[in-house]
């Protein structure tokens, strides 16, 4: 007889010093069966996720698999035990093989003489087979590095599908996927699921745990708030119980504190690169938040990076204030009251191995030193002022920011900047991976910020955010600006026709 459920987790609790992240939590996953699992950032949801793969020795509770009791101690045994765990963050080696990539620690071997090698003919024909079995023709012999981040999710897929897994944790898998990459993922996801696969899915967004999951477990705050048939619990019900309160308003209340200072004006700014943007101009006034839509490709954060000088320019001029500047390198933007969170919080964001403190004084050192010697006590003093500004969750300042949840860290790299006192702000992708209520959260600093007189750029895809946040909109496609619009007078259609303009 079939087992009711794949997987079972009773009672599960962990604590780290300082915080109890899990605390008594129910999962069970049926088999062939995509279950949501949703919870602000901060809710434990990782945490439970590395537990079960054996990442983290959970405290007390216990594991059955097809209701058998099972003690997962590191990640080869949850392998073994038919687990696989797709990570938000990849980690590729892009200039090796993707068949190497997929193999990687277990090589199928052969002998030559007194010798074990690599079968390489053997490894690229079986990637090959489980690269087609996700329906991905790809090349198993080209490096990984070729492929775009979606691609290399499919690889991911196919790799747990060649470990025969039985249950995949997905999470957060379509943080960074463009629409078309979405529908390819989810195609996969349908046939694992028809053939009897579980998986565990991660998400924040509402539209896709309506599209791709049977159920739906909430975390808040390390414990079970409750388990659900998709179909019997409201968009409204999920973040309630989510948040733990009603949230009628998705965005804050918006006034205009706009003035008729351009702070900054860019004019015909050209990339070297003919192919990113050219020919881009626009302002941006005091106590503004100005968005910049477009699809993907549009080089909306080409020409943001250029603009705080991570990117060479051909030709333009970048004014601050009325004054021409020459910004070179991300120094030179800082001085000129210039900052930037980037896209890509674990790549170039965080600084994953170091403190919270680290993180925030890192753009700012040159106003905490004393003499020859870097104040500690000065940027302890802005470190603890921003994390009780910004509801930063942390047991300590000292704590590394790699072990916090994504909604956290970005607050600490707006802490960052803040700290630094910019009078613009350069946000690409705010709240990329973040939940419902850290979102109100960070919605909320961005407009304390312009009351208080600075301008925000915000790049963002989500055209709900874009009209909802933004006083004014400028629109990029294939490289060059299409549209300027007030917000008021926007809709998602005049943004999309604009966004499509690549007769430009």
């Not at 025969?164 to 390819?184: G, Q, R």
């Not at 414990?223 to 949230?247: A, H, P, Q």
């Not at 002022?385 to 509801?391: A, D, F, G, P, R």
Request: hydrophobic residues 40%.
């Amino acid at each position: 007889m079939a087992e009711e459920y794949r997987l079972e987790m009773e009672n599960v609790s962990k604590s780290f010093p300082g915080v109890k992240a899990l605390d008594g939590i129910h999962l069970k996953v049926r088999p062939g069966t995509v279950h949501a699992l949703m919870g602000e950032n901060g809710a434990g949801k990782s945490t439970l996720m590395k537990c079960l793969f054996g990442i983290y020795k959970m405290d007390t509770g216990s594991v059955k698999i097809d209701g058998q009791p099972v003690v997962i101690n590191n990640p080869d045994e949850a392998l073994h035990l038919g687990l696989a765990m797709v990570h938000q963050e990849l980690q590729p080696i892009p200039e090796r093989s993707i068949s190497e990539n997929m193999y990687l620690g277990r090589y199928p071997l052969t002998k030559i003489g007194p010798f074990q090698v690599v079968d390489h003919k053997k490894m690229n024909e079986e990637a090959e087979k489980w690269l087609r079995d996700v329906k991905m023709n790809f090349d198993p012999r080209a490096k990984l590095g070729t492929l775009s981040i979606g691609q290399m999710q499919s690889v991911e897929i196919a790799k747990a599908v060649s470990m025969n897994a039985k249950l995949i944790i997905l999470d957060e898998p379509t943080s960074s996927l463009t629409d078309n990459e979405v529908e390819a993922l989810f195609r996969i996801i349908n046939d694992l699921r028809d053939r009897g696969v579980s998986m565990i899915y991660i998400s924040h967004k509402m539209a896709e745990i309506r599209q791709i999951a049977d159920d739906i477990t909430i975390m808040r705050d390390g414990t079970y708030v409750g388990t659900w048939r998709v179909e019997d619990i409201t968009d409204e019900g999920i973040v309630k119980n989510m948040v733990g309160r009603e949230l009628t308003n998705v965005y804050p209340p918006k006034d205009d504190y706009r003035t008729d200072e351009v702070v900054l004006e860019v004019k015909d700014l050209c990339s070297i690169h003919d192919r990113s943007f050219q020919n881009c101009s626009f302002q941006l006034r005091r106590g503004e938040i100005l968005g910049f839509g477009g699809l993907v490709g549009a080089q909306r954060t080409e020409l943001m990076e250029a603009i705080f000088g991570m990117r060479n320019i051909r030709s333009g001029e970048v004014r601050i204030k009325g004054q021409k500047v020459e910004i070179h390198k991300p120094d030179d933007a800082i001085k000129n009251g210039i900052g930037m969170i980037t896209e890509d919080r674990r790549g170039t964001g965080i600084l994953g191995v170091l403190s919270i403190a680290d993180n925030v004084g890192i753009s700012s050192l040159r106003n905490y030193t004393n003499g020859f010697m870097l104040d500690l006590g000065k940027i302890e003093n802005v470190v603890q002022e921003n994390v009780k500004k910004l509801s930063i969750k942390t047991p300590s300042s000292k704590t590394q920011i790699q072990s916090l949840s994504g909604g956290n860290q970005q607050k600490v790299i707006i802490a960052r900047w803040l700290a630094n006192n910019p009078d613009i702000l350069i946000m690409d992708e705010p709240t990329r991976g973040i939940d419902v209520g850290a979102k109100y959260e960070i919605y909320q600093i961005m407009i304390d910020l312009v009351k208080s007189g600075k301008s925000i750029i915000m790049i963002s895809s989500e055209m709900p955010e874009l009209l909802g946040m933004s006083n004014r909109i400028i629109v990029m496609c294939a490289g060059h600006v299409t549209g300027d619009l007030e917000s008021r007078d926007a809709t998602q259609e005049t943004v999309m026709q604009y966004a499509t303009q690549f007769n430009q």
